[in-house]
């Protein structure tokens, strides 16, 4: 209980942040609740395992091609406001997938849904941004933490309340309760106060849009102690992607259970992602160790996909995905936090939307290629988990050659600098 206690004080009495905290517990639920109604009214019209990777693509190059736009917006006008009409957006938004009442309409799908990410993209950097102008150096990490264990949490309950919601209630009733979720949202955003200083001199610099996109790649080129932990979730993407969306397939061919099926198969992938931050937090506090952990977390993401190609029952799945998991979610807060602690807040709006950016472009490329090997049978399901987890175990390889290296030799750098003053 005692280790609890952190995060029960930060809830109680850091007042913006419950409610930032409370937007995002109800709008994740909505998210993951509503994923497979959107899955389910794609199977229902059609069975291409290229179609449903194509929506999930579309998702991903929606929030990608608003990434940079995005991050300027967040970092150029109030954040608090932007997130308020993003969520009243995409209250509206999901309403339009009751129009898809017929395979002609399916297209709508498609359109809905990038519209949805478009509003996401400016929302996710806006919040992630947010985070360290309400909370002190502190509560920094606890916020962080508890911001990723809810988020596994409403990720677990959200797929499994939403497969079998998607079962008994039927696509349309899911995508009412989804649309109220973003209203609830908005509500508690509005209710919090979010500070966002910005000076004449950040003002005169962004008043040109193209320039302070251009500003913000400008930066993270130069800030190399920036741009390792950005690069970090899109660099587990490239194997994961695939991975994950193969995990629809195999609810459907091997497990032979539906939506059920992908519902406890992502409420593991939500239990390891909250287990994760927790491990980093209890036995791997030394942050100057976690570019290297990434590394270390790739290759065993990948060693536990790879045994999930060889399993048919459905307990020894679910454990090997909530082992995967718990790697990818350590390293989902270990790299939040080091963006949050070194980049400055003028810039940090745009470092969130230029890592999204990376992050959706690699994922996007990982699924359509998993879905064009499936849909020309170039190789089964299972097949396809084994090659992704073997690409993933071969990047966190690379990782630490490169990237660690390079985090390991700064830090040398700045330990030798200040010995020497």
């Not at 937007?23 to 019209?45: E, H, K, P």
């Not at 990720?155 to 973003?182: C, H, K, P, Q, R």
């Not at 979010?194 to 962004?206: L, T």
Request: hydrophobic share 55%.
């Amino acid at each position: 209980m005692r280790a609890l206690y952190p995060y029960i004080r930060l809830v109680r009495y850091n007042h913006n942040y419950r409610r930032l905290w409370l937007s995002q517990v109800v709008a994740n639920f909505g998210d993951w609740f509503g994923l497979l109604a959107i899955y389910a009214l794609v199977l229902q019209y059609t069975d291409s395992e290229l179609l449903l990777g194509l929506i999930i693509v579309i998702k991903m190059l929606s929030f990608a091609i608003s990434s940079p736009a995005a991050g300027f917006l967040s970092d150029r006008f109030d954040r608090r406001t932007l997130m308020f009409w993003c969520d009243i957006g995409r209250a509206v938004v999901v309403l339009g997938f009751l129009l898809v009442q017929s395979e002609a309409l399916l297209w709508l799908a498609f359109v809905m849904t990038s519209a949805q990410m478009m509003l996401a993209a400016v929302f996710e950097p806006a919040k992630s941004a947010s985070i360290p102008n309400i909370t002190t150096g502190e509560e920094l990490v606890h916020a962080n933490v508890l911001s990723n264990l809810s988020w596994s949490v409403i990720f677990t309950l959200g797929m499994a309340i939403g497969g079998f919601a998607t079962e008994l209630l039927g696509t349309d009733t899911v995508f009412i309760i989804n649309s109220a979720t973003y209203l609830l949202s908005a509500y508690f955003i509005w209710k919090a106060v979010i500070p966002h200083v910005r000076d004449e001199e950040q003002i005169r610099e962004m008043a040109n849009p193209f320039r302070g996109v251009v500003d913000g790649f400008k930066f993270l080129r130069k800030r190399g102690e920036v741009l390792r932990p950005a690069i970090a979730k899109g660099t587990f993407e490239i194997g994961l992607g695939g991975m994950v969306y193969a995990l629809i397939i195999i609810s459907e061919d091997v497990l032979l259970i539906g939506s059920i099926g992908l519902g406890l198969l992502y409420g593991a992938r939500g239990i390891g992602t909250a287990i994760g931050p927790l491990l980093i937090r209890g036995y791997f506090s030394n942050e100057n160790k976690w570019i290297m952990l990434t590394g270390v977390c790739m290759i065993l993401t990948g060693f536990f996909y790879f045994w999930i190609g060889f399993a048919s029952v459905v307990w020894v799945m679910l454990l090997l995905v909530l082992l995967a998991h718990t790697s990818s979610g350590a390293n989902w807060v270990m790299n939040t936090i080091l963006i949050q602690k070194r980049a400055p807040d003028k810039y940090r709006g745009r470092v969130f939307s230029i890592e999204w950016l990376y992050l959706t472009i690699s994922e996007s490329i990982s699924v359509i290629t998993a879905a064009l090997l499936l849909q020309f049978n170039v190789m089964t399901i299972t097949g396809v988990i084994k090659l992704y987890a073997i690409v993933m175990i071969i990047t966190g390889i690379i990782w630490l050659m490169t990237v660690a290296k390079k985090e390991k030799e700064a830090q040398m750098a700045d330990t030798f600098a200040k010995s020497a003053v």
